[in-house]
């Protein structure tokens, strides 16, 4: 189970194990992480699950979707690069011992 640590947007950090296949916006659902909201319950029509990866993890989870990166207009302050949707992102062995931001709402 790959291991991904939450920093959250008031400065905390919540280390969680993450069950490969479901989405990150799942995982962080699941343990009561601050600041994911996902009021489309992963549908990528909200923004509310937005999250901020490392770059090494972007180029490893390949392209956003049109789709995506159009949802990520809405987001609280998105970044150039590394903004996601989280209900779009499938934990997998790849995210092991990543850090995933969540911005400040
Ligand atoms: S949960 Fe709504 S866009 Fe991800």
Redesign the pocket.
Known sequence: MPKIKFLLADGAELALEAENGRTL?ETALENSVPGII????????????HVVLPEEIMVALGPISEHEND?LDFAEAPRESGSR????IRVSDALDNVSVRIPAA
């Open positions: 916006m996902a009021e489309c319950n992963g549908s990528a029509a909200c923004a509310t699950c949802m949707l989280s209900c779009q």
